[in-house]
């Protein structure tokens, strides 16, 4: 029996910025689908994604992928800025990508022992927004990764401009950074410590990653940023976060991606139990396309009919996207720094995966 119940976009356009994303793949996941007569496996060359990235006026893109559960092609291609080639460790922010790392740092307090998916939140943290509303004491970690909150994506969109629960925890699938955000508070009061020293203590360093960044560090090494441009070339508004936040703008290079990625293949660090409940179809989005904690699920992809799991992020001049097949250890991560971003993604995605062309029909369905 499924969890929770079909999430219908259409009535609920307050949520879901990143996948909204995703669901505007329709309009360039139709196209590619047409003229994706034939396909390839590998990158496509530097020559190409150059073309590309002119074309849709995007200034750089990273992509890596995974075959045997270890990455096994890079590359970087574009400009930091007006003849500055991007550099191979340049570090692009992930928008809600971000969350994917929360998710994992959240799985591994839970195989530590150390926190319950199911412990209301309420016994950490209670927002003085709902703190009369009882269904604040049903809610917990395992609704927020599932996005099952009952929020809106962000406070400040609801009518009343407050943390509001608009559904029962647990009833219904609605994507909200707010859930993230209540989860992370709770964190940092059970464990007195700050959100970027849990996620650096217990996923950075033990992963070895040393250029992923949850705040603007004065030790930040700025000349390697993909900085978020506008279509017209000018950069947007590059806020410099002092407060980590779990559900946005981790600064990331691609080595640190994919070395999160070989991890997540591997399911290093997180049980064998938690790591099925991370891939649990918790509701269903649209047939064959199913929400997990935090991840997107794909079931019974391509001829083999493996399960995928995607994760997309989305904000002003950055798009970036995660899809892997954990069965065949396959992957592939993109990362843009453009307003037309997705652009490249979508022509990505068609070319390398040999899933990819279904993997967007099901987007676009």
Same mark, same amino acid.
């Not at 999160?260 to 064998?272: D, Y």
């Not at 991370?278 to 083999?304: A, C, D």
């Given at each position: 029996?499924?969890?929770?119940?079909?999430?219908?976009?259409?009535?609920?356009?307050?949520?879901?910025?990143?996948?909204?994303?995703?669901?505007?793949?329709?309009?360039?996941?139709?196209?590619?689908?047409?003229?994706?007569?034939?396909?390839?496996?590998?990158?496509?060359?530097?020559?190409?994604?150059?073309?590309?990235?002119?074309?849709?006026?995007?200034?750089?893109?990273?992509?890596?992928?995974?075959?045997?559960?270890?990455?096994?092609?890079?590359?970087?291609?574009?400009?930091?800025?007006?003849?500055?080639?991007?550099?191979?460790?340049?570090?692009?922010?992930?928008?809600?990508?971000?969350?994917?790392?929360?998710?994992?740092?959240?799985?591994?307090?839970?195989?530590?022992?150390?926190?319950h998916l199911d412990e209301p939140l309420y016994h950490y943290w209670v927002d003085p927004d709902v703190k009369d509303d009882p269904q604040h004491k049903k809610l917990t970690t395992r609704h927020v990764l599932s996005h099952r909150?009952?929020?809106?994506?962000?406070?400040?969109?609801?009518?009343?401009?407050?943390? =509001? *629960?608009?559904? @029962?925890?647990?009833? /219904?699938?609605?994507? +909200?950074?707010?859930?993230?955000?209540? !989860?992370?508070?709770?964190?940092?009061?059970?464990?007195?410590?700050?959100?970027?020293?849990?996620?650096?203590?217990?996923?950075?360093?033990?992963?070895?990653?040393?250029?992923?960044?949850?705040?603007?560090?004065?030790?930040?090494?700025?000349?390697?940023?993909?900085?978020?441009?506008?279509?017209?070339?000018?950069?947007?508004?590059?806020?410099?976060?002092?407060?980590?936040?779990?559900?946005?703008?981790?600064?990331?290079?691609?080595?640190?991606?994919? =070395? *999160?990625?070989? @991890?997540?293949?591997? /399911?290093?660090?997180? +049980?064998?139990?938690?790591?099925?409940? !991370?891939?649990?179809?918790?509701?269903?989005?649209?047939?064959?396309?199913?929400?997990?904690?935090?991840?997107?699920?794909?079931?019974?992809?391509?001829?083999?009919?493996?399960?995928?799991?995607?994760?997309?992020?989305?904000?002003?001049?950055?798009?970036?996207?995660?899809?892997?097949?954990?069965?065949?250890?396959?992957?592939?991560?993109?990362?843009?720094?453009?307003?037309?971003?997705?652009?490249?993604?979508?022509?990505?995605?068609?070319?390398?995966?040999?899933?990819?062309?279904?993997?967007?029909?099901?987007?676009?369905?």
């Amino acid at each position: 029996m499924r969890l929770g119940v079909r999430f219908n976009l259409l009535t609920n356009p307050s949520t879901m910025r990143s996948l909204i994303f995703i669901f505007m793949c329709l309009a360039w996941g139709n196209a590619l689908l047409q003229a994706q007569e034939s396909r390839n496996f590998e990158i496509p060359s530097k020559k190409t994604l150059q073309t590309w990235l002119t074309e849709s006026k995007v200034p750089a893109v990273a992509i890596a992928t995974f075959a045997s559960g270890v990455p096994d092609q890079y590359i970087v291609a574009g400009e930091l800025a007006p003849e500055v080639p991007a550099p191979a460790d340049a570090m692009f922010n992930v928008a809600s990508l971000t969350k994917s790392i929360s998710t994992y740092l959240a799985l591994i307090l839970v195989s530590n022992g150390d926190w319950h998916l199911d412990e209301p939140l309420y016994h950490y943290w209670v927002d003085p927004d709902v703190k009369d509303d009882p269904q604040h004491k049903k809610l917990t970690t395992r609704h927020v990764l599932s996005h099952r909150t009952g929020f809106v994506n962000w406070r400040w969109m609801h009518e009343t401009k407050k943390l =509001t *629960f608009d559904h @029962a925890p647990g009833s /219904q699938l609605g994507y +909200s950074g707010e859930g993230f955000e209540y !989860m992370r508070k709770a964190m940092e009061k059970k464990f007195n410590m700050t959100f970027d020293q849990l996620v650096d203590s217990l996923v950075f360093a033990p992963l070895g990653m040393e250029d992923s960044h949850m705040i603007w560090r004065d030790q930040l090494d700025t000349a390697r940023l993909a900085l978020p441009h506008q279509e017209t070339g000018t950069l947007h508004e590059v806020y410099r976060r002092k407060e980590a936040v779990a559900s946005d703008d981790l600064m990331i290079s691609l080595q640190d991606m994919t =070395t *999160f990625g070989k @991890a997540l293949i591997a /399911q290093k660090s997180i +049980s064998e139990k938690l790591y099925n409940e !991370m891939i649990h179809p918790y509701s269903e989005m649209k047939p064959g396309t199913e929400m997990g904690l935090s991840w997107i699920i794909f079931p019974k992809v391509g001829e083999k009919e493996e399960y995928a799991l995607f994760n997309a992020g989305s904000d002003p001049g950055t798009n970036a996207i995660m899809a892997f097949f954990p069965e065949s250890q396959r992957g592939l991560i993109i990362m843009t720094n453009g307003d037309h971003g997705r652009d490249i993604i979508m022509k990505v995605v068609a070319t390398t995966i040999a899933e990819g062309p279904e993997l967007l029909q099901r987007l676009g369905g």
